[in-house]
């Protein structure tokens, strides 16, 4: 008796085993072909599915998923290496919308999808949750939708347990740009409930500010740009103006890693979990007055 329930056992191992690989070879095969698409893939597809990552993925500078995407192979973005990898999808940003290969990839049944921005908490909820269905993980994406809101109530009801004003953030790239409101940037300092300061100063969407605007107003909290493209001598003449260095050592200051805090998905909660622990450990309070 206790054989033929080890048998059965057995058995059923064996039919979950192989019901679960052809749910698995069921899945599309995927190909992304820049950094925000590769953060998505990794965090929503499943290992199987991914034959490919942008080349941005592997460098830790950049990708916070470095390590992990190490494990698949790196490609330029080329039509030659997506004809040979043969995807069922391939995930673009807005510059393949005119891609001169299109009507090839038409012909091989390769479907390109160009990953949206996401420019409010509720467009990340959706999108998170379209991109999981796409990919055939549509239970995950709810799963994970779920927690982002979450973690991003418990960021907001942090930053209401004061009455008081909410001081000013400025977001300030090297070269002097910012983002106001309808960027993901403005739900950030959302979230950790300050007053976005580029509104404050006319900034509307992505612009630049001059030194001038900034000194004569300055905010009460600087976050700076660490992306790795910033760091040029070309691209951070305005951080290195003595004016605003002077500013820089006198306002409290917070930093975006190089690595994270420049895809508009769900990742962004990450970034202002991140700053929240900055600020903790700068004992700084969470955007409101003191």
């Known amino acids: 008796m206790l054989r033929g329930n080890l048998r059965i056992s057995l058995l059923c191992c064996l039919l979950s085993a192989a019901a679960a690989a052809g749910q698995t070879d069921m899945l599309p095969s995927i190909v992304s072909t820049h950094l925000c698409a590769d953060q998505l893939v990794l965090s929503l597809a499943v290992p199987e599915q991914i034959l490919s990552l942008s080349y941005k993925s592997h460098d830790p500078k950049r990708s916070r998923y470095a390590a992990s995407a190490k494990a698949y192979p790196a490609n330029r973005a080329t039509s030659e290496e997506?004809?040979?990898?043969?995807?069922?999808?391939?995930?673009?940003?807005?510059?393949?919308?005119?891609?001169?290969?299109?009507?090839?990839?038409?012909l091989l049944d390769i479907r390109v999808i160009v990953v949206p921005l996401s420019n409010s908490w509720q467009e990340i909820f959706v999108n998170t949750q379209w991109f999981?269905?796409?990919?055939?993980?549509?239970?995950?994406?709810r799963t994970l939708v779920l927690e982002v809101q979450r973690r991003l109530q418990a960021l907001r009801e942090l930053e209401s347990m004061s009455g008081k004003p909410k001081k000013s953030l400025l977001y300030l790239r090297p070269n002097g740009g910012s983002s106001g409101a309808g960027t993901y940037i403005d739900m950030i300092i959302e979230a950790l409930g300050?007053?976005?300061?580029?509104?404050?100063?006319?900034?509307?969407?992505?612009?630049?500010l001059s030194l001038e605007n900034i000194v004569?107003?300055?905010?009460?909290?600087?976050?700076?740009?660490?992306?790795?493209?910033?760091?040029?001598?070309?691209?951070?003449?305005?951080?290195?103006?003595?004016?605003?260095?002077?500013?820089?050592d006198e306002y409290p200051t917070l930093l975006l890693p190089a690595d994270t805090g420049y895809c508009a998905d769900w990742q962004i909660i990450h970034v202002a979990e991140y700053l929240v622990e900055q600020m903790a450990v700068m004992g700084l309070a969470n955007g409101q007055g003191q």
């Open 82 to 106: 997506i004809i040979q990898l043969k995807p069922n999808i391939v995930l673009a940003s807005r510059r393949w919308q005119n891609h001169p290969q299109q009507q090839q990839f038409d």
């Open 132 to 141: 999981a269905d796409l990919v055939g993980r549509s239970e995950h994406g």
């Open 194 to 208: 300050f007053r976005n300061h580029a509104s404050t100063l006319g900034l509307k969407g992505w612009g630049q």
């Open 216 to 248: 004569m107003h300055p905010p009460d909290y600087f976050l700076l740009s660490g992306h790795v493209r910033d760091n040029s001598h070309s691209n951070s003449r305005l951080s290195r103006h003595p004016l605003l260095q002077q500013l820089l």
